[in-house]
């Protein structure tokens, strides 16, 4: 699976839109981009994936570049309760690797009153 | 509908004791998946399973660790003669098929070695 590269943390303040960067500059033509967020010490949340069009759901956006090396998860309304490390996941659609889930660093959001 | 569950949600034990954690996958999910978090860490994978099938243990330590997924019953991890690097919080996800499927998580068990 391609690496991926995140902000270490960010803050956002309460009501306006979080942008999550990140880069995967070698990703491969049929990799998927996931996002997944950790609330403190409960288990990772699935937000929202991609391949190549922009996504939305009930709970956030998904922004991929045209050369797919870099995209945005926004949520649009940020709450308190969106506070938590944000992880951007690169993964191959079949295969030995792609139902591993491979866990950076991520982001750790912060939600200001 | 109920999501993925685990139990328990803490456990603690003593070394060279035996752990044993349980994880139902969400109705309908016949995909299990075991990730550890270390304190501080990022969650790392462990093993895939399917029904009464181990499909991939390539993030297993080669010791001490085993875990399973009958054909009746939930998934379970177990862990003999536990040493107090294993202590950590073990993440279970179900998925309703193998692949890309979305992974959803269950709310972990916090092991501690005493």
């Known amino acids: 699976d391609a690496k991926t590269t995140q902000p270490p943390s960010m803050d956002c303040a309460e009501g306006r839109a979080a942008n999550l960067p990140c880069n995967h500059s070698t990703i491969s033509g049929n990799e998927y981009v996931y996002w997944y967020r950790q609330i403190h010490s409960q288990g990772p949340q699935y937000i929202i994936h991609g391949l190549k069009n922009n996504e939305t759901n009930e709970m956030a956006s998904l922004i991929i570049t045209e050369d797919r090396k870099s995209s945005t998860l926004i949520l649009p309304h940020a709450t308190l309760r969106d506070t938590a490390v944000y992880y951007c996941?690169?993964?191959?659609?079949?295969?030995?690797?792609?139902?591993?889930?491979?866990f950076g660093k991520g982001t750790k959001l912060s939600v200001i009153p | 509908n109920a999501g993925v569950m685990q139990n328990p949600r803490h456990l603690v034990r003593r070394r060279g004791q035996e752990a044993r954690l349980r994880c139902s996958p969400m109705k309908g999910h016949s995909h299990v998946y075991w990730y550890r978090q270390l304190p501080e860490e990022g969650l790392k994978f462990m093993v895939y399973?399917?029904?009464?099938?181990?499909?991939?243990e390539s993030g297993m330590p080669k010791e001490r660790f085993s875990a399973e997924f009958p054909k009746e019953g939930p998934s379970i991890l177990r862990i003999q003669q536990v040493v107090r690097g294993d202590s950590a919080a073990y993440f279970c996800?179900?998925?309703?098929?193998?692949?890309?499927?979305?992974?959803?998580f269950g709310p972990g068990t916090r092991l501690t070695v005493t």
């Open positions: 996941i690169v993964r191959s659609p079949s295969g030995a690797g792609s139902y591993q889930l491979t």
């Open positions: 399973l399917q029904k009464e099938n181990i499909i991939d």
């Open positions: 996800a179900s998925s309703q098929q193998g692949g890309s499927y979305e992974q959803y």
